[in-house]
């Protein structure tokens, strides 16, 4: 296995819609594990817990746009689901 995580491989499975959709998703994503691993140290999404999730909507992106936090909490539902 890699050092790095990736991220198309993990969401792959919960992926729908437009190719543009899936891409952003990814993209999201990746930012998401970037941000994340820098603060917590969390290797992969399989180690997150809600706490670094509700982390990055409410902290990182503070001064995000409305519509930008809605996305990432379409992606982080995602990452849910594919948890689960």
Request: charged share 25%.
């Amino acid at each position: 296995m890699t050092s790095e995580f990736d991220m198309t491989l993990f969401l792959s499975p919960v992926l729908k819609g437009a190719h543009a959709t899936r891409q952003r998703h990814i993209r999201q994503a990746e930012r998401m594990h970037e941000a994340i691993r820098e603060r917590w140290g969390c290797a992969t999404p399989w180690s997150w817990k809600e706490k670094h999730t509700r982390w990055f909507l409410e902290h990182y992106l503070r001064c995000s746009a409305p519509a930008t936090v809605y996305y990432y909490a379409l992606t982080a539902g995602l990452i849910r689901r594919r948890k689960a």
